[in-house]
């Protein structure tokens, strides 16, 4: 099977694992035995992909806990550090798949 085959049933099995479930890119790479980074990619082009079907991706943005600013909803990496207060006590983004209503 090649790589790209493996991504795509990969991603494919990403449904599964997040439906109603939100997790970090962390918690899924440990899940799947991947690296963070290929995960966030698996799942960036999954959300493209997902347009044509009955569900779609959502993020819950990370977030700073010192001062709770709030960082974009399209970031699945979590930040080094704040830029209101450069804290680095920050929360990692969620992710889940939701079916489309």
Not at 34 to 56: I, N, Q, R
Not at 74 to 101: F, H, M, N, Q
Request: proline share 6%.
């Amino acid at each position: 099977m090649t790589q790209a085959n493996s991504h795509r049933m990969f991603r494919k099995d990403l449904i599964d694992l997040l439906h109603d479930k939100p997790m970090s890119v962390t918690q899924i790479a440990r899940l799947v035995k991947e690296s963070p980074d290929d995960v966030a990619d698996d799942l960036e082009h999954l959300f493209l992909s997902l347009k044509h079907t009955e569900y779609s991706g959502a993020i819950t943005p990370a977030r700073c806990r010192k001062c709770g600013f709030e960082f974009a909803e399209d970031k699945l990496r979590k930040p080094s550090k704040c830029p209101a207060c450069r804290g680095t006590w920050l929360t990692e983004p969620r992710v889940s798949i939701e079916r489309k209503t």
